[in-house]
């Protein structure tokens, strides 16, 4: 039995459609007929047909016609000609334009049926090759990351190798690397993939929310407290929680932390009784913890738990192979969610792209990607539809002077984008590929503050 190849024949005459029909059927194949050849086109482009058998001379349209129409709208279309009048030059003819066969009226049932299972084993083939390249395609991704680049590919290497323990593991990078998709993926492939993944951004809160945020609290414990409240710790029992920033966690959160990590145990704000949980921590940092760790900001017992397992990711501008396949993904998501077909991006516009330098990385392609989709008006994005400072070239973007200390050239990158920006935190931090708490973070770092010439644009 064939269940589930659809074949349609499209023949004027009643006894060869009956006959083929019953004949294919009694195969197992799905067969529908057709008595014309405007008809037999109308079923064709209703749904789509494994095979399609055709006859060469029809009242209404050639059988070659209907075949050349058919290659048109659908290229990998199968179609056999059948006739009672052979002629060489007509078996030429209907092979150039892309017949997979051509059988001579009358026929054996048991000769199509052969024909038709030669069909169905080369189309296993083609499916298998399919699979293959999309297996081959699957060596550069990992998960929902993207990367072909051999640092990416070093990465994956090591994500498969951890993925398994039950080690804590410290993910570093820039923002907008995409260290919670790295988060996620460790997860996803670990035992605890059937628990929770909880995650918590640290720098986004004081650290007395903080410590409520991560270990709950008990009715009463404080003004607001009305009903007890489990902490993400515990709602991530037996699975995983995902610390990101956790360089900006005050003393008293770092010292909370190191006991969840030594004793797997924690007390909620205003309760007495301990309480256990299983739940492996990942955490993640855009900052230099060692370093950190030697200015007595961050403590050393819990530096050491934290850095069992390190991923570092590069950041975008050290993997620039990976841009194009990147843009491609961001492509289709964005042409998705504002229902548009654009094609590609242009030669001009993939250039500029490759020779930015990425402050925000990941995050901050993803942006220009969803801008050049919203605006774009024609099938392919032009270097006109990125964001405007994609248009300024290099040297303007990099204005900030190539012999300054990296810290100094972001502190003014983020002045200048608060400043366009009228100070709104919420659009700079996007515009930045940052979260709102980071951008606080470094503001509070750098001294930053708003000035009244701050609504001038520049």
């Not at 330098?357 to 024609?378: F, M, Y």
Request: charged content about 30%; hydrophobic content about 35%; some cysteine.
């Amino acid at each position: 039995m064939q269940s589930g190849y659809r074949i349609l024949v499209i023949d004027d005459e009643e006894i060869v459609r009956e006959s083929l029909s019953d004949w294919l059927k009694k195969f197992g194949y799905y067969v529908e007929t057709a008595e014309n050849g405007v008809k037999g086109l109308e079923k064709m482009r209703a749904q789509p047909w494994h095979v399609m058998l055709v006859d060469l001379k029809l009242p209404d349209i050639d059988g070659l016609e209907i075949l050349r129409q058919t290659r048109k709208a659908n290229e990998n279309a199968v179609v056999i000609i059948i006739t009672a009048y052979a002629s060489v030059d007509t078996a030429i003819q209907a092979m150039k334009d892309g017949a997979y066969d051509y059988i001579v009226k009358p026929f054996d049932p048991d000769e199509i049926n052969l024909v038709l299972k030669k069909i169905i084993e080369h189309q296993k083939l083609v499916d298998e090759n399919i699979f293959l390249r999309r297996e081959l395609s699957r060596r550069y991704t990992f998960q929902d990351i993207i990367g072909k680049s051999p640092k990416m590919q070093e990465v994956f290497e090591l994500m498969r190798t951890v993925g398994p323990a039950r080690s804590t593991v410290l993910v570093q990078g820039e923002s907008g690397t995409g260290k919670e998709l790295v988060a996620r993926a460790i997860h996803q492939i670990s035992p605890r993939d059937q628990g929770p993944f909880i995650t918590i951004s640290c720098g986004a809160l004081s650290e007395s929310l903080l410590e409520s945020e991560l270990f709950g609290h008990e009715k009463g414990a404080f003004t607001g407290a009305i009903e007890q409240r489990k902490g993400r710790f515990e709602i991530a029992d037996k699975g995983t929680i995902f610390l990101d920033e956790i360089s900006d966690i005050g003393p008293k959160s770092q010292l909370d932390l190191l006991r969840v990590l030594q004793e797997k145990e924690f007390t909620r704000v205003g309760g007495q009784e301990p309480v256990r949980v299983d739940v492996r921590v990942i955490a993640a940092t855009n900052r230099d913890l060692s370093q950190l760790m030697r200015e007595r900001k961050f403590r050393e017992d819990l530096y050491y738990r934290l850095n069992v397992i390190v991923v570092t990711l590069p950041p975008l501008r050290e993997r620039r192979e990976d841009i194009p396949p990147l843009c491609e993904h961001f492509l289709r998501k964005y042409n998705i969610e504002n229902n548009k077909k654009i094609q590609r991006i242009s030669e001009d516009a993939l250039k500029q792209l490759l020779q930015y330098d990425w402050p925000g990385n990941i995050r901050e392609l993803e942006h220009a990607i969803e801008h050049s989709v919203a605006i774009e008006k024609t099938n392919i994005i032009n270097s006109g539809s990125l964001p405007v400072k994609f248009q300024k070239g290099p040297s303007e973007e990099s204005a900030f002077g190539e012999d300054k200390p990296l810290d100094e050239m972001e502190k003014e990158y983020i002045r200048k984008t608060l400043k366009k920006h009228d100070w709104n935190i919420q659009k700079a931090a996007v515009i930045l590929g940052i979260d709102r708490g980071t951008l606080y973070n470094k503001i509070k770092k750098y001294g930053l503050q708003e000035t009244k010439d701050s609504l001038e644009t520049q």
